[in-house]
């Protein structure tokens, strides 16, 4: 298998848990699909395949005092840009993951963080954050538990 099969596949492989988390959230498989940490370990294993065939020692050099303008010769590489997309790929869905857990414990609405997040990461996540502010201070009463969101941003 070549670089961009994996990096096709890594992009087909994520879909299916975005789309169950977005439009089944409630659905018992997606719970249980979602309570696994099978997706990461998977993706997770795609990254260290790709991370150790990207480094050289020249890239090790540049990434340990990293430059803006060696991260950018690092990432021209077809090899380092599929590590670093799925590296996008195994965080977003991690974050995605953490929004969904927490919209299904507190009862907070979750869509479009998660629709945000599957496209722009840390947009999501700011997404809930904010969601989650908006409604504890409007509708105190409507959450069924505390949550970590206030842990995490306080």
């Not at 975005?18 to 659905?27: A, E």
């Not at 890239?59 to 590296?87: C, K, M, V, Y």
């Amino acid at each position: 298998m070549n670089i961009s099969q994996l990096f096709d596949i890594a992009n087909v492989f994520v879909l299916p848990f975005w789309v169950l988390m977005i439009f089944l959230p409630n659905w018992k498989l997606t719970r249980g699909v979602m309570a696994s940490y099978l997706p990461f370990v998977v993706l997770a294993g795609a990254y260290l395949y790709l991370f150790i065939s990207s480094i050289t020692p020249e890239n090790a050099a540049a990434l340990s005092n990293p430059q803006l303008a060696d991260i950018a010769r690092f990432f021209s590489d077809e090899t380092a840009a599929a590590t670093g997309w799925i590296h996008f790929l195994v965080m977003d869905l991690f974050v995605g993951r953490w929004i969904y857990l927490e919209g299904q414990k507190t009862g907070i609405w979750t869509f479009h963080s998660l629709s945000l997040c599957l496209f722009a990461g840390p947009l999501g996540l700011l997404s809930h954050i904010f969601t989650y502010w908006i409604t504890k201070a409007f509708f105190p009463n409507s959450q069924q538990g505390e949550t970590v969101v206030e842990e995490a941003v306080s």
